[in-house]
């Protein structure tokens, strides 16, 4: 079993994986959407789901079940968001952005990745009739696990500052995005289900105040508390953010006490015949309690983000991708390649890599940061390319921007692709020819 598992396990482990699959899924849903199965490709999505016990449905929306579409991007994209919320945790706590001097420099460059690229989707939108001004948000994106697989392609040799700094800012680039849905994407309140709401996140408060690590207390409130959102009228993955909140990053166990109580038991551990592979009662007593530091020594924060992260990658974030990438280049009387298909890719491309650099650049020019170690101003430029990288959270957007307008979508939805796509090949090509063949020469 082992034997089987092992190379799954190995190939689940890769950015570079993850970042193909996601690829693959997109290319996929292009091809179904234009084939003889788009009737059925969208009839699918269209078909209600539902969980009922008795007359309640946890899957509905103002007594409505919820479509496969509804489900995969109200439900399963909040496990993705709750997921991003752990990082952004864990990022604020003791990652590269736990300090003002280590958030300095990537605060700078998120804030022009994100300014620029809505500045040059006005102004190309703005030569049109107006009617894309709701998709402003769709270009400032960055895929974190896209962008950080185009550059674990080119191996050891980038420098970690470099992988630092993409990570930092796509962090930072993700806050922005979530307080951008947030803000612009929520419908009319409904105020009794956010009261009702604020019970739960009192009890996910005292869990964390008083160190719950049971992650099946969180999950089972968090359900609550994202089912409230969902009728509530405030966009229900941000119900995953505020989840990730309250999971407790402190561990029980320091690793200190855990060191110490590992090797007493192990020298107290019940001897036993040298062939028997029957174990007695009292070893199988002392490797449960092993069992049970060794689980309390691991904070229910990285627990919950280890364990999602394969899951997120491999399957939520391909279904995304299948479900929403799916572009309709025919039938569209050639609105297909609109204003809207323009001002998204250009945002991306132009706009996510002159607003990183520039603002990157004028702040290290004035002093107020210092560039990476290891970084200079040409991987700079490879870097700030693959900023435009926008795929998973930009589709999202697209769609809240444009779920009413097939005709808009599929223009959204085309810009992202081609934004993405061109801005990681000439984010790698650069990277390629700028950073050095050997890993001691960039030492």
Same mark, same amino acid.
């Given at each position: 079993m082992m034997k089987t598992t092992r190379p799954i396990m190995r190939f689940m482990s890769s950015n570079t994986n993850a970042s193909l699959l996601l690829f693959i899924a997109a290319i996929l849903a292009a091809i179904v959407a234009n084939s003889p199965l788009a009737g059925m490709y969208s009839s699918f999505f269209d078909a209600k789901v539902s969980f009922q016990m008795g007359h309640f449905n946890l899957l509905s929306h103002n007594g409505e079940p919820l479509t496969v579409l509804a489900f995969v991007n109200d439900a399963l994209m909040t496990v993705f968001f709750f997921m991003v919320g752990l990082e952004i945790k864990r990022e604020l706590l003791v990652g590269e952005i736990s300090s003002m001097r280590k958030a300095a420099l990537p605060f700078i460059a998120a804030c022009g990745g994100m300014i620029l690229p809505v500045v040059v989707y006005s102004i190309i939108c703005s030569q049109g009739e107006g009617e894309g001004a709701n998709g402003l948000a769709i270009p400032m994106a960055t895929d974190i696990a896209f962008s950080l697989g185009v550059l674990s392609l080119l191996g050891n040799r980038v420098p970690i500052g470099m992988k630092i700094f993409l990570t930092a800012f796509a962090v930072i680039d993700d806050i922005g995005g979530i307080l951008v849905?947030?803000?612009?994407?929520?419908?009319?309140?409904?105020?009794?289900? @956010?009261?009702?709401?604020?019970?739960?996140?009192?009890?996910?408060?005292?869990?964390?105040?008083?160190?719950?690590?049971?992650?099946?207390?969180?999950?089972?409130?968090?359900?609550?508390?994202?089912?409230?959102?969902?009728?509530?009228?405030?966009?229900?993955?941000?119900?995953?953010?505020?989840?990730?909140?309250?999971?407790?990053?402190?561990?029980?166990?320091?690793?200190?006490?855990?060191?110490?109580?590992?090797?007493?038991?192990?020298?107290?551990?019940?001897?036993?015949?040298?062939?028997?592979?029957?174990?007695?009662?009292?070893?199988?007593?002392?490797?449960?309690?092993?069992?049970?530091?060794?689980?309390?020594?691991?904070?229910?924060?990285?627990?919950?983000?280890?364990?999602?992260?394969?899951?997120?990658?491999?399957?939520?974030?391909?279904?995304?991708?299948?479900?929403?990438?799916?572009?309709?280049?025919?039938?569209?009387?050639?609105?297909?390649?609109?204003?809207?298909?323009?001002?998204?890719?250009?945002?991306?491309?132009?706009?996510?890599?002159?607003?990183?650099?520039?603002?990157?650049?004028?702040?290290?020019?004035?002093?107020?940061?210092?560039?990476?170690?290891?970084?200079?101003?040409?991987?700079?430029?490879?870097?700030?390319? @693959?900023?435009?990288?926008?795929?998973?959270?930009?589709?999202?957007?697209?769609?809240?921007?444009?779920?009413?307008?097939?005709?808009?979508?599929?223009?959204?939805?085309?810009?992202?692709?081609?934004?993405?796509?061109?801005?990681?090949?000439?984010?790698?090509?650069?990277?390629?020819?700028?950073?050095?063949?050997?890993?001691?020469?960039?030492?």
């Amino acid at each position: 079993m082992m034997k089987t598992t092992r190379p799954i396990m190995r190939f689940m482990s890769s950015n570079t994986n993850a970042s193909l699959l996601l690829f693959i899924a997109a290319i996929l849903a292009a091809i179904v959407a234009n084939s003889p199965l788009a009737g059925m490709y969208s009839s699918f999505f269209d078909a209600k789901v539902s969980f009922q016990m008795g007359h309640f449905n946890l899957l509905s929306h103002n007594g409505e079940p919820l479509t496969v579409l509804a489900f995969v991007n109200d439900a399963l994209m909040t496990v993705f968001f709750f997921m991003v919320g752990l990082e952004i945790k864990r990022e604020l706590l003791v990652g590269e952005i736990s300090s003002m001097r280590k958030a300095a420099l990537p605060f700078i460059a998120a804030c022009g990745g994100m300014i620029l690229p809505v500045v040059v989707y006005s102004i190309i939108c703005s030569q049109g009739e107006g009617e894309g001004a709701n998709g402003l948000a769709i270009p400032m994106a960055t895929d974190i696990a896209f962008s950080l697989g185009v550059l674990s392609l080119l191996g050891n040799r980038v420098p970690i500052g470099m992988k630092i700094f993409l990570t930092a800012f796509a962090v930072i680039d993700d806050i922005g995005g979530i307080l951008v849905i947030a803000l612009f994407y929520s419908s009319h309140l409904a105020v009794e289900y @956010l009261l009702i709401s604020l019970i739960f996140f009192f009890i996910l408060y005292l869990g964390n105040r008083y160190d719950v690590n049971n992650k099946t207390f969180y999950f089972l409130i968090g359900i609550a508390i994202w089912y409230l959102f969902l009728q509530s009228g405030i966009h229900s993955t941000i119900a995953g953010v505020l989840i990730a909140v309250f999971v407790p990053a402190r561990p029980k166990l320091k690793i200190g006490r855990y060191l110490e109580r590992i090797r007493r038991y192990i020298k107290k551990f019940p001897a036993s015949q040298e062939n028997s592979i029957i174990l007695t009662n009292e070893q199988i007593e002392t490797l449960k309690r092993l069992e049970a530091a060794s689980d309390n020594v691991i904070s229910p924060l990285q627990a919950m983000e280890d364990g999602l992260h394969r899951f997120v990658n491999f399957f939520i974030l391909p279904v995304f991708a299948f479900t929403n990438a799916g572009v309709m280049l025919s039938g569209g009387n050639g609105e297909i390649m609109g204003v809207v298909t323009i001002a998204v890719a250009l945002g991306l491309i132009i706009g996510k890599f002159s607003g990183i650099f520039l603002f990157t650049f004028l702040a290290v020019k004035t002093k107020i940061v210092e560039i990476p170690k290891g970084v200079n101003w040409k991987g700079l430029a490879g870097i700030s390319l @693959l900023g435009g990288i926008g795929f998973t959270v930009s589709l999202f957007i697209a769609n809240l921007s444009f779920g009413d307008n097939l005709v808009l979508l599929n223009q959204a939805k085309l810009g992202v692709i081609l934004g993405t796509i061109i801005s990681g090949i000439a984010g790698y090509i650069v990277l390629h020819l700028a950073l050095p063949k050997k890993r001691e020469i960039m030492e």
